[in-house]
């Protein structure tokens, strides 16, 4: 590393610039414009460069100069570098919001939190050296996520415009979930099935568009109450006008493509590939358009002249799921007869008729009052068990049906069964982006527009995340923790009359020297100190509860 001086006559320009080799040639790269920088700045920084390897050193020079420990570097320049790498930084711009934006990202997948977090994040950081960032606070922030909800689309547009030609293979994976939230003064918030098992809390739908490699294009919010359906008339606009259109398939969950949706994708000239209800394949059994032998083959098909293609096939491994989950609810309920028997001996004037109102009412709650009864007899109450029912219910375990538009030359049935199974790919991202790693919830926020850029802001850092994943496969750590050892990379402080010039970084230690290497990123010698000094408008201390 070294400072490029060039003179023009009545300008000076200075570059902090590095040489490398790449396929035996020797290439230059800018590190930092310090042309704004005094003679002073200059010559200490070049007094740096020459005893980069011994800092100590410098202190014999003058008492003047001194070092000390810098801010975290290493998780920051990964993140910021991956984001650069897949597009997202160019997307986000050079304005203020964009780095504003960026840092957002950066902090998401650094240590998950609120604004209030991601600013005292950047105290630490060296979010404001690296971004060229003036001072901000949690307020910034907020007012950031309206300036990315209000930009979304044209960010997601540039964003699916920088995708490799490899990319576009015309296949679509689309999939819903909902979050639930805390409070009840969230602008989207409203009752609807809640995924998340919390009974009595408002909560908001969320769509992920992704694409046949399960890699995020766009992310969509909606009111609590909406039906899975009902929000893929968005999606089908999105790939019709913004994301190329053309021959395309989109593969939705049981439920999610209806009828109207099916429609929907006819008019754009699109394909589908979905799941069937457990009701709707026993009605095409009924009719004769399935066979109940076609799921003792390994992957079976019915084809139709004038109707969709039906994909069957039969899962061992769940079928064994479903057989062992309802033997172990059989046995909560002949535990619950038990416990009323014993009930009934202990107290004479205990009804029977009660003792069988709650046997059936915790058969009717197992969902097994189709081919499990409570019967009486005497002062004793008992079960039976309807052979005829119980083989109706067993004869569709573990089976399911997919029905397609896509003709056999377009596609096998081998391929639209994997297809389908790249689903999980989505959920995954759901898992990742709320619990695992990224934590969407708590969602601190309470405006419609600030909850829509919340989620863009998850989704972004959800695709760092993911292609981490992917570069540190074979490196026995999660993204989490080689995050965090990362983080542990500081920089050293120069300091010339008590003021910093200079952040120069150390060589790492193996292990994040092997974190750097995996995730094909190189660390810098140095970067610039902007003196900028974040600080939170709302401080903890004044919050805390003294003892």
């Known amino acids: 590393m070294y400072v490029d001086e060039s003179?023009?006559?009545?300008?000076?320009?200075?570059?902090?610039?590095?040489?490398?080799?790449?396929?035996?040639?020797?290439?230059?790269?800018?590190?930092?414009?310090l042309s704004a920088c005094s003679v002073q700045e200059i010559q200490a920084i070049r007094l740096a460069l020459k005893h980069k390897d011994d800092l100590t050193a410098l202190l014999s020079l003058s008492e003047d100069v001194r070092v000390r420990q810098g801010l975290s570097v290493g998780g920051v320049w990964l993140v910021y570098e991956l984001a650069r790498q897949l597009g997202i930084a160019a997307a986000l711009g050079t304005s203020r919001e964009g780095k504003l934006g960026l840092w957002q990202v950066i902090a998401r997948v650094i240590d998950q939190g609120s604004r209030l977090s991601a600013v005292r994040l950047?105290?630490?950081?060296?979010?404001?050296?690296?971004?060229?960032?003036?001072?901000?606070?949690?307020?910034d922030l907020y007012t950031n996520l309206d300036w990315l909800d209000e930009h979304q689309g044209p960010i997601e547009d540039r964003l699916f415009r920088s995708l490799p030609a490899a990319a576009g293979t015309g296949l679509y994976l689309y999939d819903v979930t909902s979050s639930y939230l805390e409070g009840v003064c969230n602008e989207l918030a409203a009752?609807?099935?809640?995924?998340?098992?919390?009974?009595?809390?408002?909560?908001?739908?969320?769509?992920?568009l992704c694409d046949g490699r399960g890699k995020p294009l766009s992310?969509?919010?909606?009111?609590?109450?909406?039906?899975?359906?009902?929000?893929?008339?968005?999606?089908?606009?999105?790939?019709?006008?913004?994301?190329?259109?053309?021959?395309?398939?989109?593969?939705?969950?049981?439920?999610?493509?209806?009828?109207?949706?099916?429609?929907?994708?006819?008019?754009?000239?699109?394909?589908?590939?979905?799941?069937?209800?457990?009701?709707?394949?026993?009605?095409?059994?009924?009719?004769?358009?399935?066979?109940?032998?076609?799921?003792d083959q390994a992957l079976a098909e019915v084809v139709s002249d004038d109707g969709p293609r039906y994909i069957l096939r039969r899962n061992p491994i769940r079928a064994a799921e479903v057989a062992a989950s309802r033997q172990d609810k059989l046995q909560v309920v002949r535990a619950e007869v038990d416990r009323q028997n014993t009930y009934l001996k202990e107290h004479a004037k205990?009804?029977?008729?009660?003792?069988?109102?709650?046997?059936?009412?915790?058969?009717?709650?197992?969902?097994?009052?189709?081919?499990?009864?409570?019967?009486?007899?005497?002062?004793?109450?008992?079960?039976?068990?309807?052979?005829?029912?119980?083989?109706?219910?067993?004869?569709?375990?573990?089976?399911?049906?997919?029905?397609t538009d896509l003709s056999p030359e377009l596609a096998s049935a081998q391929t639209v069964?994997?297809?389908?199974?790249?689903?999980?790919?989505?959920?995954?991202?759901?898992?990742?982006?709320?619990?695992?790693?990224?934590?969407?919830?708590?969602?601190?926020?309470?405006?419609?527009?600030?909850?829509?850029?919340?989620?863009?802001?998850?989704?972004?850092?959800?695709?760092?995340?993911?292609?981490l994943a992917h570069r540190w496969r074979n490196i026995d750590?999660?993204?989490?923790?080689?995050?965090?050892?990362?983080?542990?990379?500081?920089?050293?402080?120069?300091?010339?009359?008590?003021?910093?010039?200079?952040?120069?970084?150390?060589?790492?230690?193996?292990?994040?020297?092997?974190?750097?290497?995996?995730?094909?990123?190189?660390?810098?010698?140095?970067?610039?100190?902007k003196g900028v000094h974040v600080a939170t408008r709302k401080k903890l201390p004044g919050n805390r509860i003294s003892s």
């Open 7 to 33: 003179n023009s006559g009545k300008y000076k320009r200075f570059l902090l610039r590095e040489s490398y080799r790449l396929d035996g040639k020797v290439k230059h790269r800018t590190i930092a414009n």
């Open 122 to 139: 950047a105290v630490s950081h060296a979010a404001c050296d690296l971004l060229g960032l003036e001072r901000f606070d949690e307020d």
């Open 191 to 208: 009752f609807g099935y809640n995924r998340d098992g919390k009974k009595g809390k408002r909560q908001i739908v969320i769509g992920l």
């Open 219 to 295: 992310i969509e919010v909606f009111q609590g109450n909406t039906q899975d359906a009902a929000t893929l008339a968005s999606q089908i606009g999105k790939v019709a006008n913004r994301f190329g259109g053309g021959q395309v398939t989109f593969v939705g969950d049981r439920g999610m493509i209806k009828s109207q949706q099916v429609e929907d994708l006819a008019e754009h000239g699109f394909h589908y590939i979905t799941a069937i209800t457990k009701p709707q394949i026993e009605s095409l059994l009924r009719a004769g358009v399935l066979q109940m032998s076609l799921f």
């Open 350 to 403: 205990a009804h029977v008729a009660v003792a069988v109102g709650k046997g059936a009412a915790r058969c009717q709650r197992l969902r097994l009052s189709e081919w499990v009864h409570v019967a009486a007899g005497g002062r004793e109450i008992s079960l039976e068990i309807d052979p005829q029912a119980l083989a109706e219910q067993q004869k569709l375990d573990g089976c399911y049906v997919l029905k």
């Open 417 to 467: 069964h994997t297809r389908y199974k790249d689903l999980a790919l989505v959920e995954w991202a759901f898992r990742t982006s709320k619990t695992v790693e990224l934590e969407m919830r708590p969602i601190h926020v309470r405006l419609a527009s600030r909850t829509r850029g919340h989620a863009f802001v998850v989704m972004l850092a959800y695709k760092i995340s993911q292609e």
């Open 477 to 529: 750590t999660t993204v989490e923790e080689g995050i965090h050892e990362l983080t542990t990379l500081c920089a050293t402080e120069l300091l010339i009359n008590g003021h910093p010039q200079c952040n120069c970084i150390p060589q790492p230690r193996p292990s994040v020297q092997q974190l750097l290497e995996a995730a094909g990123v190189r660390l810098p010698q140095a970067l610039p100190c």
